[in-house]
């Protein structure tokens, strides 16, 4: 089992920042993949930003250049370093991992931009 905690959300203006970071406890040492995702209202749950499992990082087309995904090991912590946020941005994000195949999700955190 492992446990997510997301924080960081809020209410931003369009141009601005936020970083949000998801702590992740439990059964750790064999989670595969890790990443961010967010749905907003009415849409589908869609990927943000993931580390693969071969350690590469992928992110959603939309937020290239401008969204950066990272971890602390030691910290057990990840999170997303997003800029230039848009209105478009507006979601609730949500913290995913992967351990021995099945998907863990977090309750996620709202991020909402205004224009």
């Known amino acids: 089992q492992v446990q997510l905690v997301e924080s960081g959300g809020g209410l931003v203006q369009a141009g601005g920042s936020l970083r949000l970071s998801c702590i992740y406890s439990g059964r750790t040492i064999s989670i595969s993949a890790m990443g961010w995702y967010r749905q907003a209202p009415g849409k589908q749950r869609e990927l943000v930003a993931v580390?693969?499992?071969?350690?590469?990082?992928t992110y959603q087309d939309s937020v290239k250049g401008r969204y950066t995904i990272s971890r602390d090991n030691v910290k057990n912590t990840m999170y997303l370093q997003m800029n230039s946020l848009k209105p478009e941005d507006t979601a609730v994000y949500y913290c995913?991992?992967?351990?021995?195949?099945?998907?863990?999700w977090g309750k996620g955190t709202l991020v909402t931009v205004s224009s």
């Open positions: 580390f693969t499992s071969d350690g590469h990082t």
């Open positions: 995913n991992v992967v351990d021995l195949g099945k998907h863990y």
